[in-house]
């Protein structure tokens, strides 16, 4: 069994800055990537950035420039650093991981997700 945790969201105001943690836990034997996706009501959950485990990203057009992915192996932690939050970025923020358990088999992950507000 695995357990994806997201932690560090929160109240911002527009401008500010927050970083996201995404931990997975449990039986995991390699993984193969992490994505942060977002969703708000009434909205499908949206792609905001993915990172393999080689390093390679992809970021949603909107993201770009002020948000950043990162990947610690050994850790098995992913990382969302999130600057120049605007209102537009508010939304629950879902962690992801693709990963092959001890089992061998190829499973995904999801968080419970974590809070980010911005706003004055």
């Known amino acids: 069994q695995v357990q994806v945790v997201e932690s560090g969201g929160g109240l911002v105001q527009p401008g500010g800055s927050l970083r996201l943690s995404c931990e997975a836990s449990?039986?995991?034997?390699?993984?193969?990537?992490m994505g942060w996706y977002r969703q708000t009501p009434g909205k499908q959950r949206e792609l905001v950035a993915r990172?393999?485990?080689?390093?390679?990203?992809v970021y949603d057009d909107s993201v770009k420039g002020r948000f950043t992915i990162s990947l610690n192996n050994a850790k098995n932690t992913a990382y969302l650093q999130m600057n120049s939050l605007k209102p537009e970025d508010t939304a629950v923020y879902y962690c992801?991981?693709?990963?092959?358990?001890?089992?061998?088999?190829?499973?995904?992950?999801w968080g419970q997700g974590t809070q980010v507000t911005v706003s004055s």
């Open positions: 449990g039986s995991i034997s390699r993984f193969v990537a």
């Open positions: 992801s991981a693709d990963l092959w358990d001890d089992n061998r088999r190829f499973r995904n992950y």
């Open positions: 990172i393999t485990s080689g390093g390679i990203t």
